[in-house]
């Protein structure tokens, strides 16, 4: 005889069944669930032991699933300039034992695309998400990204926040005071991109490169220039992919930054 168990959901509908047990009588009298998600049924067998009603205990392991997680949840672009684009990812992980099946994903705000737009990953994996926004209207943008997945907690979002300002100065109110970081270009780049500054008056000048860590990986110019524009041209070739920013300082006199400072967002892809 052998024992039949079934699962059901809530509604009564099977969602498996297995059997268990030998030749002879195997009765089964309790079903517990473990904190794991799987099962423990004790009764009696005749069929296995020394075949005098011996205990007879099987555990069921878990069943397969995905677990979602993401990190950050949310994402603050900062402000940008009308006709400028700024890329940001999200990491998404499944820390399940199935694999998580990204079957879309989508933003609620179409100045925000991402990419991929689907995926598979496996247990004990991670993917990147790029989010992209595009400048394209002034004022304040904001939206989510919604991930639809098998995993129990489908679906999830992740929150994107932006600021876009015209970026546009009247002619007759351009002086020479003033000191501008451009967004550099291309951006997202693969090798190389360009950055161009503009120095309102002569002073001690840096232009550093630095991960998301914090840590200094290029040193553009540390140097005394004088009034003017100038592009400087980057090169990443020894750098894994990620996000990493460019701080521009302006000193009366080396070392300082009494002028001006200001740091943007690049994104080197591989």
Known sequence: MIWWLIKTDAGGNEEWSATYGGVYSDVGYEVHQTADGGYIVVGHTLSYGAGMHDVYLIRLAPPARPLFTVSPDSLWF?????????????????????????????????????????????????????????????????????????????????????????????????????????????????????????????????????????????????DWLDAGSYHFEFHASHLPSGVYFYRLTAGSERGASDNFEMTRKLVLLR
């Open 78 to 222: 900062g402000s940008l300039v009308v006709g400028d684009t700024l890329l940001d990812s999200v990491r998404v992980q499944n820390q399940g034992n199935a694999d998580l099946i990204i079957d879309s994903v989508a933003s609620t705000n179409p100045f925000f695309t991402v990419s991929p737009v689907s995926g598979i990953i496996l247990p004990d994996s991670s993917t990147h998400f790029y989010i992209q926004l595009i400048g394209a209207v002034p004022g304040p943008q904001e939206g989510f990204i919604i991930f639809h997945h098998n995993g129990a907690t489908s679906t999830d979002s992740v929150l994107v926040k932006a600021d876009v300002i015209t970026g546009f100065v009247p002619l007759e109110e351009i002086t020479i005071d003033d000191y501008v970081l451009f967004q550099n270009y291309p951006n997202p780049f693969n090798a190389s991109t360009n950055i161009k500054i503009r120095i309102a008056e002569k002073g001690y000048i840096t232009l550093r490169i630095f991960n998301i860590l914090g840590d200094e990986v290029a040193v553009l110019v540390a």
